[in-house]
C-alpha cells in the first residue's frame, strides 16, 4: 500500500503544481469579472492571493485521493490538514525571507519557492498518512484548523485586511488590497514590471 500511496502523493504534487500554476492566471481570463473565479484564483499580486495557488489544488485533490485510499491509510484528515497549512505557511515564509534580501521578486526563485512548499505539503501528508494512528483529539484540531482555512481563504479575496500580506506588491506600497479594479488589473498585467 505505501508504493500506492507514494504514487498518489507523487500525483498529488504534480496535480497542485499543474493546476496552481494555471490559478495564477484564471481570473485574468475571465477578463478580471467573474467572483466565482476570484474565489479561488489569484485576483491581485499580494502574498495572500498566490496562498491559494496551493490551498484550493490541494483540497480539491483531498477530496479526490480520499475516495481511494481512505481504508488504506491512518490518519487521513489530519495529514490533509497539515499539508494544506504547510503549503501556505513555506510559501510565506520564504517569500518574506528571501524577498526583502533581494530587493525584488525574482520568477524563477518565486516558481521554486511554489514546487518546494507543494513538494513539502506532500512528503508530510505521506509521513502522516503512513504512520501509526494518532489520538483522536488530533482530528478534532484537524476539522477546527481546516475549518478556519476554508473560512479565511472564503473571505479575505472579498475583505481583505488592510495588512501587508493582503496588499498587491511591486516590493512597494501600494495601498491596494483585494480584488482590483478592471483599470488596475489591465495595467498591472500589461506593464512590465519596473
Partial sequence: MKNKLLLWEIGGFFFIGVVGAALHFTYEFSNFSSNVVA????VNESTWEHLKMVFFPGLVFSLVEYTYVRDKVNNYLIAKTASLFIMPLVIVVGWYIYAPIVGNYIFAVDLSLFYLAVLTGQIISYKLLTRTKLETK?????VGVLSL??????????????????????????????????????????TPPQ
Fill in 138 to 142: 488530533y482530528n478534532t484540531i484537524a
Fill in 39 to 42: 474565489y479561488f484564483s489569484a
Fill in 149 to 190: 482555512l476554508i473560512i479565511t481563504f472564503s473571505l479575505f479575496t472579498f475583505y481583505p485586511p488592510h495588512i501587508f500580506l493582503f496588499e498587491h506588491l511591486d516590493l512597494k506600497d501600494t495601498g491596494k488590497y483585494g480584488i482590483l479594479n478592471m483599470e488596475d488589473n489591465i495595467r498591472y498585467f500589461t
